[in-house]
């Protein structure tokens, strides 16, 4: 005998005691609970309280919460809803279910995405949010992750797991709403055979290509990109100068780009930042400017994460107007 969704469910609560069955069927509309009645009513008449079937179905179900919990426990639930209370409704309910388990915790779609996945989606974020998510993952996924890793973002995530700074729950949620966004698009792509559009990291190499190019030249091929693409275009022109470049920039250059900006702006700015760029800002300002930046630093005690991100960006902003202008060296290659 071929059995239903329905009647599947209903044979499995038959090897259950009758607390647990009936907190099972608490979720469950007046409608559900007689049908499965009905249902538990026909096997137990038709015999199959004891069949070899009704165990098989008792282990196919135990099985799935222990072998692949992951997939086949989604499966089995989206199974499970779309044949007791229809298509519409069991997207419904799990959609429920999912913002639930996201509002309980914030990163458990993160600690079930492929490391391939989660890592190129990490690639692109500021070492912080990378940090936190290593520091919200086991150990293991945590390692392997870490191992993927640009040695870049690796170095400077690793300081900040390492700095003895706090992070807000606040600022955790909005982290892993931000990276579980990007995991969606993600996965999205994936699943219908394309490729992101615009891979963040693909566009920063060829930032960096484009920034050794002559003004002239440069401008020539961003206009072209910008003719068929501009916000790729803006963003190529942004990546070509980040904050984890600031060691790369010429002392010249970094020096007029730190003419504008106040002891109070780089103190913030040099709150978390690591210690290869803390000391090449340092060492290219007055004594007098690094003496008064330290006493600045030494009455802050914990700055805004925003207040943090506005003020590099100042120093960012500098140097790409310097950028745009041509006026902008790296010591690189």
Known sequence: ????????????????????????????????????????????????????????????????????????????????????????????????????????????????????????????????????????????????????????????????????????????????????????????????????ARPEQSLRKVAVILRNLNKELRDGVLGAIQQKDSEASQTVTNLMVVWDDIPQVADRSLQESLRGIDERQLALALHDADDFIAKKIKSNISERAAAMLDEEASLMSAPKSEDVNQAKEKIINALREMNSKGELTFTEE
């Open 1 to 196: 005998m071929t059995l239903t969704g329905k009647q599947k469910a209903a044979m499995l609560l038959m090897n259950l005691d009758v607390p647990t069955a009936a907190e099972l069927l608490k979720g469950f509309d007046t409608t559900t609970v007689q049908q499965l009645a009905v249902e538990l009513s026909y096997l137990d008449a038709a015999g199959y309280r004891n069949s070899t079937q009704s165990a098989e179905i008792t282990r196919q179900f135990y099985d799935s919460l222990h072998k692949r919990p992951e997939f086949e426990m989604k499966n089995f639930l989206q199974e499970m809803l779309k044949n007791t209370l229809g298509d519409e409704k069991a997207t419904q309910i799990q959609t429920q279910i999912q913002e639930l388990l996201q509002k309980r915790d914030p990163f458990i779609t993160i600690r079930t995405a492929e490391a391939e996945t989660l890592t190129s989606v990490l690639e692109t974020e500021h070492p912080q949010a990378v940090a936190v998510v290593l520091s919200e993952m086991s150990a293991k996924k945590s390692s392997q992750i870490l191992g993927m890793l640009g040695e870049g973002v690796r170095l400077s995530a690793v300081g900040r797991m390492t700095s003895l700074e706090t992070v807000t729950t606040e600022a955790k949620a909005r982290i892993a709403q931000m990276v579980t966004k990007r995991l969606d698009t993600a996965l999205a792509a994936r699943k219908s055979g394309t490729v992101q």
